[in-house]
């Protein structure tokens, strides 16, 4: 069964403090991994696509990298404006499956 | 361009009343999905479209009915509304894959927060 699982659930930190976001997933056939911010009230915004195990990208702040079991999102020095729910989804076939998210808050 | 919208934003319902949602995009996307987001259940396809004239069921596809009778617009429809239905449905569309290029990924409507009473 196709599964994707984020964590952790919800994430505080302080502005300049960096973590990583976690996207472990079980698909067959994975065509693409992908990152979005949803901020409240809104539809979600696409980020980065992963393709190829071993694979990074960066923008800005983020830089988001891909095993062939799970996907990270490094987020370096963090603004309170990163403050968002980023998802992870994968591509198999023609659908995609996403995992429930991480709240990411960054006090100032 | 104006991306992916969807009509209405808002919507309160009586359970057995039925309604339509409408998505539109202009980017002349082939691919066009329906998702509902629920608290700690994330997005869950409900159907989706891979061309005009074609739809198919994704993951909870039950109570709901679709139909892309134009490339730029695809209807979500809800025959007879249950409590279970309230969510909020967000639309979606992209470019078909291509296996030498990169996924291409979708684009997002702003949302319809849906209420059954």
């Known amino acids: 069964e196709d599964q994707v699982t984020q964590s952790p659930e919800a994430l505080r930190l302080q502005e300049g403090e960096s973590s990583s976001l976690n996207c472990s997933y079980t698909?067959?056939?994975?065509?693409?991994l992908f990152w979005y911010r949803q901020d409240p009230g809104k539809g979600p915004e696409f980020l980065f696509t992963?393709?190829?195990a071993g694979e990074e990208k960066e923008k800005e702040r983020l830089k988001a990298t891909l095993t062939k079991k799970e996907s990270f999102l490094h987020i370096t020095a963090p603004k309170p404006e990163d403050s968002a729910t980023y998802l992870c989804a994968v591509q198999a076939g023609n659908q995609f499956y996403f995992g429930t998210g991480t709240s990411l808050t960054v006090i100032p | 361009n104006a991306g992916v919208t969807q009509t209405p934003k808002f919507r309160v319902l009586k359970t057995g009343q039925s309604m339509t949602l409408l998505c539109a995009q202009d980017m002349n996307h082939e691919y066009m999905y329906w998702y509902r987001q629920d608290p700690g259940m994330g997005l869950r396809l409900i159907h989706y479209?891979?061309?005009?004239?074609?739809?198919a069921k994704g993951e909870v596809p039950d109570g709901y009915n679709v139909s892309r009778l134009k490339k730029q617009n695809f209807l979500l429809g809800l025959e007879s509304a249950a409590p279970s239905q309230t969510s909020v449905y967000f639309c979606a569309s992209r470019r078909p894959w291509v296996r030498t290029i990169a996924p291409d990924e979708q684009y997002f409507g702003p949302g319809t927060r849906l209420t059954v009473t």
């Open positions: 698909v067959s056939g994975l065509r693409g």
């Open positions: 992963l393709y190829s």
């Open positions: 479209s891979v061309g005009e004239g074609t739809t």
